[in-house]
């Protein structure tokens, strides 16, 4: 059997004609299949904006950047998550506080971002970054109307579902990062994700303002707008002059260049037209190993049955959690099945403890993390595949 990983990506020899074209064309950046990709993107998950750029931690950097945190500022995010989640406001120079997951979905716990939110002035917390972990979906509804109470914002983290939704009160499909519920949306498209382009990330939204201010923000500050431009064409010109020159740009804000290539966006789009058809084998995937599990005593599948009927989990993951994970981690390994946890609670990263996080503090993420273990989940997986690793499962838990 030939080791077989816990994520991969699936590339074509579509996708690879498509990075082809490219580099034989005049632009490898700022060249038109950035915008394509855009387009495409922001039509499959129904937003009005997407803003292509480096990667999902540059994403979560400029939606932090474009919401103005700053020194000072405080936002909630739940602990078992990427650290990118969290570290985006480190960047900003303002405090991360951490609210405990909820014990089935394993997602942040509104209840407690409540009580976080009851125990202090308003104004006190400028935003929440919750994580559609895993790829099951965020109650964005419910977050929305908590925010709105006490003036927030909401970045979704939603680089685990691409494709994802959850119904609304209204028997409403909201799909991940469709720009109505959150502020701003954030994708990856790291090889382990549903659309791979090497390194690269998305965010998207319906707010004309912060997708102004994203574009800006993603290339230096740097507008080559007229009419956005601050100075007068007399400067720009270095004459008398009522229009501005060609060669005239501004860098009216302190942006990064955290741009994408075009030959990664040519393979993004690429991956794109493929999304959905691996979205549903994800799904089969997923009841496959629902089923196998269903009866299992020992294996406790993330929201097992509640699932069913609700659809809309993406499955980036598909997270189990094992009294004796370790030697279940470590069988599985000298099986070529390579499973991998997700995630070490970001709050007892020595990073974070040296912030003052420490154990105890979200006993139930923690209770989490010391069983959870993400099985394989990428949808070039075989059946075979698959029930080798079930089996192998069984095998251990006899
Ligand atoms: C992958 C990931 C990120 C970061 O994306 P990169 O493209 O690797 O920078 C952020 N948040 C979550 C939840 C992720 O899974």
Redesign the pocket.
């Known amino acids: 059997m030939n080791p077989i990983p816990y994520g991969k990506q699936h590339i074509t020899d579509e996708d690879i004609q498509a990075v082809i074209d490219v580099l034989k064309s005049d632009y490898l950046t700022q060249g038109p299949a950035i915008n394509a990709f855009e387009n495409a993107f922001a039509q499959y998950v129904g937003a009005k904006y997407a803003v292509a750029v480096s990667?999902?931690?540059?994403?979560?950097h400029l939606a932090a950047l474009a919401l103005d945190v700053k020194e000072g500022d405080k936002v909630i995010t739940t602990p078992i998550?990427?650290a990118?989640?969290a570290n985006c406001i480190r960047y900003c120079g303002a405090e991360v506080v951490f609210a405990d997951i909820d014990e089935e979905t394993y997602l942040l716990d509104i209840e407690k971002v409540k009580q976080l939110l009851q125990a202090s002035p308003k104004g006190t917390y400028k935003g929440i970054i919750p994580?559609d972990?895993a790829g099951m979906a965020v109650d964005l509804e419910a977050f929305r109307k908590l925010a709105d109470e006490y003036g927030l914002w909401i970045i979704e983290?939603a680089?685990?579902s691409p494709g994802g939704f959850f119904v609304d009160s209204n028997g409403g499909k909201q799909l991940c990062g469709n720009g109505k519920l959150a502020d701003l949306s954030?994708f990856?498209?790291?090889p382990?994700?549903h659309i791979a382009t090497g390194?690269?990330?998305m965010i998207t939204t319906d707010n004309d303002e912060l997708y102004k201010k994203l574009i800006k923000l993603r290339t230096h500050g740097i507008t080559r707008e007229t009419s956005l431009f601050e100075n007068t064409p007399d400067f720009a010109c270095g004459m008398e002059s009522e229009v501005y020159p060609g060669w005239y740009m501004e860098m009216q804000t302190l942006g990064y260049n955290y741009r994408i290539t075009d030959f990664q966006a040519a393979l993004g789009s690429s991956q794109l037209k493929k999304a959905d058809k691996g979205l549903q084998r994800r799904i089969e995937i997923a009841t496959n190993y629902d089923n196998a599990f269903k009866d299992l005593a020992g294996v406790k599948s993330q929201l097992n049955e509640l699932y069913a009927e609700h659809s809309g989990h993406a499955y980036?993951l598909y997270v189990i959690q094992v009294e004796n994970r370790l030697g279940l981690y470590n069988y599985l390994r000298e099986q070529q099945v390579f499973a991998q946890v997700h995630y070490i609670p970001t709050h007892l990263m020595p990073y974070y403890r040296e912030q003052g996080w420490k154990e105890g503090d979200f006993p139930i993420a923690e209770a989490y993390y010391k069983r959870c273990l993400s099985l394989p989940m990428y949808p070039s997986m075989t059946d075979e595949q698959q029930q080798y690793v079930i089996n192998s499962i069984i095998n251990f838990l006899k």
Request: glycine share 12%.
């Open positions: 990667n999902g931690t540059a994403a979560l998550t990427f990118a989640s994580v972990f983290d680089c685990h954030v990856s498209f790291h382990v994700k390194e690269g990330g980036h």
